[in-house]
Structure formats: structure tokens, C-alpha cells
């Protein structure tokens, strides 16, 4: 009965029942980014914040080598093609180089998501028991699809390894679609400003609030989508896990806490994304010039 207020060690509001530690129900209810962080530091400590980051860095690395060299290949593609064919096309060549880019990059390095998803969700009741690393939970997640009575097949159970990806792609395609189609008009009216002047300095200026502010509107924008993913990516059964769509996920947050269910969390991800894109895509770029550069020199 109280198996789902068991208190962490460390919470100092517990009270006891019997030989269980039992935290009052407001210790499980999250209302804004700031309680969020309050709750996480009194009931499992600081360093609990870093949850999940040797994940992200194993992450980012793969998804960004893929997403942006990728990115810009499509692109030029696109533009060369509607160039010769379709002229009024072109404008759209980012939106369909950022969506395919990021549809590859996505689903070649999903369950490295997965497990920094599973990771950030696991809460320490048990004073003895250390958080799961990266490889601990997928074994996990494939243990538990293995012992289910109705899933002995082993290509069902590797599936559960792209548990939640549809939600994923349905929040990272929009996202990226919205995110260059705002970034590459900004990036080019900041760079045009500075002309034929532009240093590295310039391109890491121009690059970086252009991916700050398109990745602050395509966050907002796609915020209930990533709520979709985020409950698929933590559901505990895994037979209802592979069987959910993120269509039924997104009617059983509109059903359970409306219009302000669907956008949880809005204000950490938009203060997360727009900071976020403006660096890698400065970086990336500040980069790319520094090398375009050192290769004009030497030629």
C-alpha cells in the first residue's frame, strides 16, 4: 500500500510506518522548475542534478556528429536541386534537410536516449543501492522484456531498445523543422550585417543567438510532444510500453491534466534548447571556418 511513498534516506520530512521510512504525498508533487530542484536536492542530494550525464555526453557526441555534418549536406543538396528545378522551393530546403538529418541522427543512437531517459527518472529509495550507468539500464530494459510471459521472441525483445523512438521522431522532426527554418534567416541577416568583415568571433556571435532564438521557439513549440516521449521512454511495463502510440500518450495527458499537462516542464526545456542549439551550431561552425580558413591559407 505505501510501496510508492517509500522515503530516500536522506529526505528530512519523512515520517514512520512500522519500519518504513513514508514521505507525505506533496514530497511526489512537482509544482514548477523550482520545487522541482528543491524536492531533488532535499530528498536525494545535489549531485543528484548531474543524473544521466555521462549519458548525455555519450550522447550528444555520435547524434552531433551525425545531425550536423548530415544537415549541411542535405542541405546544399536540396538547394542545388531546387535551384535547377524548382526555384520557389528553395526557401525550404533547411526544413527538409533538418527533418531527414535529424530523423537519421535520432534513430541511429535512440537507446543511448533511452537509457539517459530511464536514468534521469530513477529515483534512490534504497540507501545501499547505486543509480543504474548506461549499459546497466539497457540490460535492464532488455531483462524485462525477456522475462515477460508474452515476449520470448528476440527481435521483440531488441525492439524495446527503440522503445518510445515514434515519440521521439514526432517531437524531434517538428522541432528541427522549426529550428533551422527560423535559424538559417536569422544566421544570414546577422552575417550580412557584418559583411565582408566577418571574423570568428562574428560567426560565433551570429550563430549562436540565431540558434538561441530558433531553438527557443522550436522547444516551446514542441513541448507537448516531448511530454508524449518522456512518459513513453519511463513506462514500467514493458508489454504496454511497445503496444503505446504517441497519439493515445498525448489523449491520456489531455485527459489527465489538459491544455497544463501537455505543456509540463515548457519552462526548463525552452531555458535548456535555446542555449543548447546556440552552441553547438556556433561551435560547429566557428570550427568549419577555422578550417575553410587554415585550407585557403595553405593552398
Known amino acids: 500500500m505505501f510501496a510508492d511513498l517509500r522515503c530516500s534516506p536522506s529526505c528530512t520530512r519523512a515520517g514512520v510506518h512500522g519500519t518504513v521510512s513514508i514521505c507525505p504525498p506533496e514530497c511526489f508533487e512537482y ?7 528543491c524536492k531533488i536536492i532535499r530528498q536525494e542530494g545535489v549531485t543528484r542534478l548531474w543524473r544521466g550525464t555521462n549519458a548525455g555526453l555519450a550522447l550528444a557526441v555520435p547524434t552531433v556528429g551525425i545531425y550536423l555534418p548530415c544537415y549541411d549536406i542535405f542541405r546544399n543538396w536540396f538547394e542545388e536541386l ?7 522551393m528553395t526557401p525550404y530546403a533547411p526544413l527538409l534537410a533538418g527533418s531527414l538529418s535529424r530523423s537519421l541522427a535520432c534513430t541511429t543512437c535512440y537507446p543511448i536516449e533511452l537509457a539517459r531517459t530511464r ?11 547505486k543509480a543504474p550507468g548506461v549499459w546497466k539500464t539497457l540490460v535492464d530494459v532488455l531483462s524485462s522484456v525477456k ?3 508474452n515476449m520470448k521472441n528476440n527481435v521483440q525483445s531488441y525492439r524495446a531498445l527503440w522503445t518510445g523512438l515514434g515519440a521521439q521522431l514526432a517531437r524531434d522532426v517538428p522541432f528541427s523543422a522549426i529550428c533551422w527554418s527560423t535559424l538559417e534567416p536569422v544566421r544570414r541577416r546577422l552575417l550580412s550585417v557584418v559583411g565582408e568583415e566577418a571574423n570568428a568571433a562574428s560567426v560565433l556571435g551570429a550563430n549562436f543567438s540565431a540558434g538561441f532564438v530558433a531553438g527557443s521557439l522550436a522547444a516551446a513549440a514542441t513541448c507537448p510532444l516531448d511530454v508524449a516521449k518522456t512518459r513513453r521512454q519511463i513506462e514500467k511495463d514493458p508489454i504496454r510500453a511497445l503496444r503505446m502510440t504517441t497519439r493515445q500518450t498525448l489523449m491520456e495527458i489531455w485527459r489527465d491534466g489538459g491544455l ?3 505543456f509540463t516542464g515548457v519552462g526548463p526545456r525552452v531555458g535548456r534548447a535555446g542555449p543548447s542549439v546556440g552552441i553547438v551550431v556556433s561551435f560547429y561552425e566557428v570550427v568549419k571556418y577555422a578550417l575553410h580558413r587554415q585550407q585557403h591559407a595553405t593552398s
Not at 31 to 37: E, I, P, Q, S
Not at 119 to 129: P, V
Open 31 to 37: 509544482k514548477g522548475t523550482l520545487d522541482v530542484f
Open 82 to 88: 531546387s535551384a535547377q528545378n524548382a526555384p520557389s
Open 119 to 129: 536514468m534521469q527518472a530513477f529515483k534512490e529509495f534504497d540507501s545501499g543501492k
Open 147 to 149: 522475462t515477460s510471459e
Open 260 to 262: 497544463r499537462g501537455l
